[in-house]
């Protein structure tokens, strides 16, 4: 038996939203190796630390745009399902729970799907509050005096 239109449909939103996420996930690692580099923290060159902490920020705000066309292809996805997992297809499911009975495989998937949208949006706002962070570094690390690195400012205010 051949696959559900929706079905091959929905894997033309999944792909590219599975890719947006490891593209999402490679630079949020390639801003927390800017931001964990021994330079960053022992510089004295404004200049430096400004453009590895600048370097962290525009990981981020892309990490955070591809984040967000991910969870828009998921959203994409189960409205494909719900129209499609019905008696009707010109008309949509109520809801994933409505399909738990009648097609479980497809209620398991969709409940999934939900399940990594919001890990999703609940990494999207943390990427958002990353960035808000990284800027205000950004500001207070170019307004150090030159003597000091980071981590020398970071220890005197300990004390």
Known sequence: MAEPWWKRAAGAFLDP????????????GA???DLESEELLHTRDAAGRYILLDSA???VEEASWFLSISMDGTVGVELLA??????DPTHLVASIDDTRDAR?????ALARLRSAREDGQVALRVAEAAFSH??????????LPPAAGLHAVMEEQDR
């Open 31 to 33: 801003a927390l190796g």
């Open 17 to 28: 939203a599975l890719l947006n996420c490891l593209r999402a996930s490679h630079l949020l």
């Open 134 to 143: 990284l800027q205000a570094a950004q500001f207070m690390a170019t307004r």
């Open 82 to 87: 719900l129209r499609g997992c019905g008696p």
């Open 57 to 59: 920020a525009r990981s």
């Open 104 to 108: 479980h495989g497809v209620w398991l």
